[in-house]
């Protein structure tokens, strides 16, 4: 087995709220392909430094390396090498941005991300981009209840809600997701059902027992589809089928199932710098956690309380 090679990459920002991309030359490995700036990590330096050194090398430009927030790491195999792509935030910088090495590079809104050609390793990097920092989880109410928790949700900052509404037959939760869904335009809005009930909704969510039953994820293609997991065997079930990001509980103990013995953060740092796919933190967590959840290389997280009245 050939050695992993380590590499910095950065997801950059303009005070525009544009994010770069360069164009990868033909002859470099994955050439022609779009990439987020960056590259190999030198042996004594630590990742931040080498995203610093690369982006003045390959576009001329200054970061502050400890101003830069993580976003996901990849690790991936191709069948000529093994890369870990260690990908950054970076919203702060100065000089102008160019291809030193002749490169071109475009500034491109996030809604036109998916229009571009990355390698193949980039598609974890660019759900996490497309996704958000925090999911709100509905609790059990009445049909008619749900667009005021939503509303209490997004004013404290919910990024996505999960409709989660178990005590309601697959047709009601079905009507309230189409109802929600038309409501609130622009929403990701997930829904947490089985593979027979998701239909066509933009957004599924499935139960690990339920990943775990799934072989394929050709019914979901185009769609956002995630699931819940609660162990290694399960991330990889959810990485195999080429998921779009996981949850994964209970990270601490959680009044909603007492009996669950909580990972911790240290196993949740741990579970999550194995697979490579956006990971958000669930179970005894809030928004309060949010910084933590970062540093530990989770996308975010997942909660009911903390996000209602
Ligand atoms: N920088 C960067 N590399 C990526 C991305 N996606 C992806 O698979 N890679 C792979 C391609 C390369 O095998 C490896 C690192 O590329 P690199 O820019 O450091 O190295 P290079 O191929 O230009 O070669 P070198 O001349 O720097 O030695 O990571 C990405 O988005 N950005
Ligand atoms: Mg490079």
Redesign the pocket.
């Known amino acids: 087995m050939s050695k992993v ?1 380590h ?3 950065a997801a950059i920002f303009n005070e525009s709220g544009e994010l770069l991309l ?1 164009l ?2 033909q002859k ?3 050439g022609g ?8 990590v030198e042996a004594g330096e630590t990742v931040r430094d080498a995203l610093a050194r ?1 982006l003045q090398e ?1 576009l001329g430009i200054e970061i502050d390396p400890l101003a830069t927030t993580p976003l996901i790491q990849v690790p ?1 195999h ?1 069948p000529d ?1 093994s ?1 870990l ?1 260690d ?1 950054y935030r970076v919203n702060r910088f100065s000089g102008e941005a160019y291809g030193r090495e002749g490169q071109p590079l475009k500034w491109i809104q996030l809604s036109e991300l998916t229009d571009y050609h ?5 598609q974890p ?1 660019v759900n996490a981009l497309l996704l958000p920092a925090t999911i709100a989880i509905t609790p059990a109410l009445a049909p008619q209840e749900y667009s005021d928790f939503i509303d209490t949700a997004l004013l404290k900052g919910a990024g996505a809600v999960m409709l989660r509404a178990k005590h309601l037959s697959d047709a009601e939760q079905l009507s309230l997701y189409t109802a929600l869904s038309a409501a609130y335009e622009g929403l990701l809005l997930i829904w947490n059902t089985s593979i027979e009930a998701a239909n066509t909704v933009a957004s599924v969510h499935l139960s690990s027992d339920r990943l775990m039953q799934l072989d394929n994820r050709a019914d979901f293609k185009g769609r956002w589809l995630s699931a819940s997991c609660h162990s290694s065997e399960q991330i990889k079930q959810a990485e195999r089928l080429g998921l779009d990001y996981i949850t994964l509980s209970p990270v601490q103990q959680t009044a909603s199932h007492p009996d669950a013995s909580p990972l911790g953060w240290d196993e949740f740092r741990r579970l999550v710098s194995e697979t490579r796919l956006p990971v958000y933190a669930l179970g005894g967590v809030s928004v309060d956690d949010l910084e933590k959840t970062i540093e530990a290389g989770g996308q975010g997280i997942a909660a009911i309380s903390g996000f209602r009245c």
């Open positions: 090679i590499v910095a990459a360069a990868r030359h470099q490995h994955q392909l779009w990439e987020f700036p960056g590259g190999k690369e390959e991936y191709y090498k890369v792509l990908v990355f390698p193949a390793a980039n990097i």
